[in-house]
């Protein structure tokens, strides 16, 4: 019972946050960690690194965050990085070509990844906020709509074109496609029960999306065969409970967001692709 409590509890720990953007009470404002030479390692720095190894979902490193011997050797990482940075700065390091332009990547990296934090910490996503986008976008939060499908799938178009005409005379389109078939949907009548977006090839997908309730098709082409396609019913989905999906929501939202920023900024800054140079590189 004690080792659970305690694995709790650690788990628990693992995901505290660490004041990262104010001191704990009792620190200055500019408390130090560490010095190497004359780099200091702020306290904030430190505390930025705990929250890495907090979140990092290892064991081993939360439970070095606990104690003050794991929390030295965290620092003593920090110091080791420092002693190799001065050192490879003391000898011109920063000024290769190779390592300026590694130096340049992670700063994009960093400034990206601070405009898009903040372009998201704009946003409204409590649930006033996500609700209000829920209603501007209900077309995107509709369960898949999906046609009952009946066809006749015959190897000729010839073939096809006979049973369209037996069926234009009013025969039963069941009754063909039980005689015609030549998939296994034969047995059934041509029964193909409910289909929803994505499960058939484009060209009978477009057709059956085309019809009202009841409607026919042309006769369709595919890699199948050639097909003429009936709608039985339509079911056109339904607007999906806000409860039950808001973490989407707030994803599409902030996806959403994100997409018109970039459009925004493409337009700010005119992006050229060099496509030829993609072709040459192997």
Do not use: C
């Amino acid at each position: 019972m004690k080792i659970i409590v305690l694995i709790g509890t650690l788990f628990f720990l693992a995901f505290l946050p660490i004041a990262s953007k104010s001191q704990p009470a009792g620190l200055p404002d500019a408390a130090v960690a560490a010095k190497v030479g004359d780099r200091a390692i702020s306290a904030d720095e430190f505390l930025d690194t705990l929250i890495v190894y907090r979140k990092s979902g290892d064991m081993r490193k939360v439970l070095k965050t606990l104690s003050q011997e794991g929390k030295e050797e965290i620092l003593n990482k920090l110091i080791e990085q420092k002693l190799y940075a001065i050192e490879a700065k003391g000898q011109g390091l920063d000024h290769e070509p190779r390592v300026r332009q590694a130096i340049q990547h992670a700063i994009d990296n960093v400034l990206a990844e601070s405009l898009l934090k903040r372009a998201i910490d704009r946003l409204d996503l409590s649930d006033v906020g996500l609700m209000k986008f829920y209603n501007e976008n209900a077309a995107s939060f509709m369960s898949t709509s999906r046609v009952k499908a009946r066809h006749i799938n015959t190897r000729s178009k010839e073939e096809a074109q006979a049973a369209m005409k037996e069926i234009e005379k009013g025969r039963d389109f069941a009754e063909v496609a039980a005689e015609r078939n030549i998939d296994s949907s034969k047995s059934k009548g041509g029964d193909l029960g409910w289909i929803a977006k994505g499960m058939m090839v484009k060209p009978f997908e477009d057709a059956l999306f085309s019809l009202k309730k009841g409607q026919v098709s042309d006769i369709v082409k595919t890699s199948f065969g050639f097909h003429i396609v009936k709608a039985e019913a339509i079911d056109m989905g339904k607007l999906k409970s806000f409860e039950g999906i808001k973490e989407e929501v707030n994803v599409q939202m902030i996806d959403q967001h994100i997409r018109q920023l970039r459009k925004d900024l493409e337009k700010k800054y005119p992006v050229q692709i060099n496509r030829e140079l993609l072709q040459e590189i192997k």
